[in-house]
């Protein structure tokens, strides 16, 4: 099995604390399934950290949020599309009784180091 995170990283910069992110899509729609959302929160997830010039790159933690623990190869699937080459941040996972939106199967949030020059 492919791992999806690091057991630690080491930054160095100012950090950015990116809240927990859900799987609507600009015009308002949800993925029915945990891949398909876990892709869409990971483009969410992308243009937030675009607008403080930031990429995936500098997320140095996730936390990942499931409904339902049996979603996790699919979820894991989907992780390792979104995630940039090799750049594996360290990463919890937890199965939580629900999120905020029934139709919700996974949120995650995320901590990013800043490049110098952007901070």
Do not use: W
């Not at 910069?13 to 993925?31: E, I, N, R, Y």
């Not at 891949?35 to 010039?53: K, P, S, Y």
């Not at 989907?78 to 029934?102: C, F, I, N, Q, W």
């Amino acid at each position: 099995m492919a791992r999806t995170y690091s057991d630690a990283l080491l930054a160095d910069g100012p950090l950015l604390f990116v809240s927990g992110q859900v799987p609507v899509a600009p015009d308002g729609d949800v993925a029915g399934d945990a891949g398909g959302q876990t892709r869409q929160i990971f483009r969410n997830m992308e243009a937030v950290l675009a607008r403080h010039g930031a990429d995936l790159t500098h997320v140095v933690k996730l936390t990942y949020y499931l409904r339902h623990i049996t979603d996790l190869d699919e979820f894991r699937s989907a992780l390792l599309d979104s995630l940039p080459g090799d750049h594996r941040p360290a990463a919890t996972l937890v199965e939580v009784s629900g999120l905020v939106d029934p139709r919700f199967h996974v949120e995650i949030d995320a901590v990013a180091c800043l490049p110098r020059e952007r901070a």
